[in-house]
C-alpha cells in the first residue's frame, strides 16, 4: 500500500467510457492510463503514489493521487489532456512522453467515445478521446526532438544539505555540487543515514547517481528532477584523490605505482 501522506486521494482524471467494463476493456484503459502515470511520474517516485478505481457502471476509470509526488504527476497529466499545446511549451519534454502513451492505446479506443474530465468538479471540462485529441497528442509526441538516455555516473562533492523535498513529504532530496553548482536531486531512501554523516562529517564523498540526461539539439544535460542519489561509495578516501592532485607531472610509471599503492591499502 502506498505511505498514504495524505489522509484523503485526490482525484484529478477519468475516462468515462459509458460501456459495460468488461475484462478487455479495463485492461486497455488500465494500459494507456498505467503508461500515462510513468511517464508523468518523476525518477524514484513509488508507483503507488497513484492508483486507479474502476466502477463497473458504465465504466469509470479514475485516478487517484495519495502523495504530494502523485498529485503534481497527477495535475501535469491532467494538464496535457486538457491543454496539451501550452503544456508542451513549458516542458516539451515530459509532455511528449505522456502524449506518446496516451496516443498509442488511445488510438485503438477511439470507438469506446470514451470522455476525460475532472472527477467532483461540476464545471469539468470534458475532452472526448477521439480522432482529433489522439491526432493532437501524436504530433507533440512526434515533435519532441529531445532524447533521454539512462545511465549510472559519480560526483564528488561535499554534502550540503539533505532534507524533505516539500513539506510534509516523506521524500527527501540531498544538496550536492554537480558542474561547480549547487543543485538538488532525489535521495534513496535507503542512503538517508550515510548521507546525514557525511553531511555532518564535512567530508568530500563520492556519490553514485542513477541519472537521467536529456539531449537537447547536440548537446546533454542532466535531468535533476530524474537523478537520483543512489549511496556514498565506502571505499573512496579523499585522501587519495587529494594525493593524486600533488602530483601534476607524473611518467606512467609513476601513476600505476600511485595507483597499485592505493589498491594495495584497501
Known sequence: MPDRE?????ERLAILLGKAATPARVADTAQMLAKAVEAALPLGVAEDAITLVVKNLNMVATLRAWTPAGDEALTFLSNVVFDPVRTSQNDPIRTAGVAR???????????????????CQSDSP???????L????????????TTRV??????????????????QSSRHQVRLVINGKAQDVQLHA?????????????????????AC??????EFELDLQRTTAVRIDPTWRQADFTKLLAEPILSVEEGLAILSELEGDE
Open 6 to 10: 495524505q489522509q484523503q486521494p485526490v
Open 101 to 119: 502513451a496516451l496516443a498509442h492505446s488511445g488510438k485503438d479506443m477511439v470507438d469506446d467515445g470514451g470522455v476525460f474530465f475532472v472527477p
Open 126 to 132: 470534458r475532452i472526448k478521446l477521439d480522432r482529433t
Open 134 to 145: 489522439v491526432h493532437v497528442l501524436e504530433q507533440l509526441a512526434s515533435s519532441e526532438h
Open 150 to 167: 539512462h545511465g549510472g555516473t559519480q560526483v564528488y562533492s561535499v554534502v550540503l544539505r539533505v532534507g524533505r523535498a516539500k513539506e
Open 190 to 210: 535507503d542512503a538517508f543515514d550515510s548521507f546525514v554523516e557525511a553531511m555532518r562529517s564535512g567530508r568530500k564523498v563520492k556519490v553514485e547517481l542513477k
Open 213 to 218: 540526461w536529456r539531449k537537447l539539439g547536440s
